[in-house]
């Protein structure tokens, strides 16, 4: 398991090193830099000129992209331009927020979509599923920048549930100011979740061990939680690793509506001022957190399923 | 087997749980700064949303409107624009004399004016800032073009001395490219001198937190006794203008900027205050003469005739909005709605197009802004007026950044966007416009030796009314040539809390808090 999970780490090195060279050639190819988008529309050919020779933004592009990677394995990933800051700083010290905010929409949609997927299962092609499934697909079917909107214009503006802006105080404050960004999310990606976990567990239920189990008299609450749910599980990590994409792009939407400094917003942010620095690393730290959470389901795979420990 | 799973899943559960807690308790600890109070602490505290953040407190290269609004904050001028937008007042000079042949200006300046870290404001402070405000190496440069040096006569008087009469002077000394700052704290600063200003103004810098807040206190040493009221101004970052507007509704900000016009009926039904400026802003379209056939006066004209401006106002500004009758703001001086302007007249516009190289119609690309659904919404309006007479515009909707490189490097057809002026005298928008030494007439490549030499006859013209003459027969020559299309006039529209009284943004929108209070 060790062995298996320092391979997998050092796959990663090969990931980010074509993520940071698609990302730096990308974000140069596309028309305007940063001296363009600090000076705007008065920008002289002078101001320009001196800003990128500040910015090293004049030499070739091979030695501006080996400079980089060589600063980045000391650790150093340069100034930020808009911030002036050290982009290290400047992104991680946002990390937290955004790790949270995730966190606690995957745990909110898992929350939503496990019961209404069982009861959906277990009373398939009655009404109750025709609601449940209707239900999610409207959630399918809402941008996240509206029901963003309506979440915090209902819960937070009309009844006062919850705090629109910002990320409180930490602790319990905080927890309060990311319900409302965290369901916004959660309701995007839980029709997904309720969607394969449906089909998994109505074909679990028609299993013959859930059957045999039957027949012994197990109690359905031993028998749904032990075998049923623990069996249709997987498929629902599976949904969760390879929907993070989809969900960092929320994420930064959430946090735009939300005044939530992320790294979302700051990635969002950053591409407008093309703070190139700042991108790259953003770019980085998404890639590997797109890494990492497939490893760890990877692993949860096999807790949830020991004999995929065989195959590794 | 199983008990074995079950027990590692709940291990492993228990640390997600304790891993997700630790990262929510980490976020109180993990940079203090970025906490700023989400709400008001108390009623003295103000906070404003804006949907971006400023770039520096440095004029000589501040192009943004935010960075602008911020400076005029908290740094002063030796001028200020009076309420009513026509005239100027004193601010830290007292008093001011020009001389009877134009050439030179001597300013008093206000005794006892403290910086916030209680150092007398002198002539010297004033010479720094300026010299560096006429800098022509400078983006604001131009507006100072004629003054050749600014000197220190004694401690509390400073002269300004210029290379011709220079009528718009005391127009520009209010702008926030006039600002005046301690000598000694900018050179002190070096590189950093645009992140940690010291001015004079009503309200001191507390911190900058990149990208989401500029938090200032009141200035205890401020020279108008009893000012500021309010104890603490935030101006936020809120991204998203249905954000703003919640955030208004929830308590949780004061003050929203850039409002659309859309909203308002929300905002006031739920209880908030709209604040206009009228006519602030023209609706501008820049046209790239080096492509055929937008060489043509006749194309250029034909174009603007079918621009239908009561629509556009209507329909996409909800009435906050009306048909420009020129390229200037209405509040501008010598501004003359007089002068033949353009309207909606499709049969002119055949007319015209008949009698140039491309009778029967043409195609061509404008170029907008992604996400910027209002001038998208205008230039579909425009496309349809002009199908009507054979030409076709297609909108290609481009990222912002990537336009503004288009434009600075001349790669258009056809830009669509909106323009203010940052002084009430017609100097700086004409001359941007019709200058075309500097930025080659606003990239347009129009080239007009008699309208650059109107420009210049008015800048050094003292006389009032003579400059009024000068600025009516310009404005009639945009409107016989064309070499911009102006659409409509556009309010600009703030939002405020109804605990808020005495925000009155000035005639070119602009904004500071010395006055404003908070109930």
Redesign the interface.
Known sequence: MIRYTSLRLLQTLPVLLGVSIVVFILVRLIPGDPAVAALGSRATPQLIARVRDQLGLDMPLWKQYFNFLGNALRGDFGISFFYQQDVWRVTVERLPITLALMAYAVAMAVILAVPCAFLSAARRGQATDHAIRILFTIGLGMPVFWSGIILAYVLGVKLQLFPITGRGDGGLDTLMHLTLPALTLAISISPILVRSLRSSITEVLASDYVTTGRAMGLTSTTLNISYVLRNSLRPVVTVVTINLGYLIGGTVIVEQIFSLAGVGSLLIGSIATRDYAVIQLASLIFALLVVVTNLVGDLLYILLDPRMALHR | ??GT?KK??MI?AAA?VL??GG?????????PA???P??PRDNKTLIVARP??I?TFDAF?T??DRSMFTQLTVFERLVKLSADGKSVEPELATEWTVAPDGMSATFKLREGVKFWNGNLLTAKDVVFSLTRAIDQ?G??GFLFSPIKVVEAVDPQTVRIVMSEPFAPLLPALSTFAASIYEEANFVGQGA?AG?HPMGTGAFMLESW????NVVMTANPTYWQSGKPSIGKLIF?????E??RT??L??G??QVATDVPANQIDQITA?GGKVVTVPGSSVGFVTMNHKVKPFDQAAVRCALAWAVDRESIAKSIYFGRAHAAKSILPTSTFFYDSETSPIGFDLKKARELLASSTVPKGFSFTATVPSGDNTKLSIAQIWAAGLAQIGVTMNIEQV????A?????TEKFTMRISAWTNDTPDPDQLMGVALDYR??NA?HSSYRNDTALNMVLAGRSELDPAKRQTIYTDLQKLINHDCPFIYTVEEDRIFATSPRVTNFTPNSQGKYSFENTNLN
Do not use: C
Request: hydrophobic content about 40%; overall charge negative.
């Open positions: 087997m199983s799973s590692t899943g492993v997600l891993a997700g990262l929510v308790l980490h976020l109180s600890r993990e940079n970025a906490t700023a989400a709400a971006a953040d770039f290269n192009q943004d190496k983006s604001w950093a992140e937190n990149r990208g989401q936020r970052v809120v991204g998203d249905a954000a919640l955030q509704a929830s949780d900000i739920a990222e912002a950044t990537t503004q490189e288009m434009y600075n500097p930025q606003l």
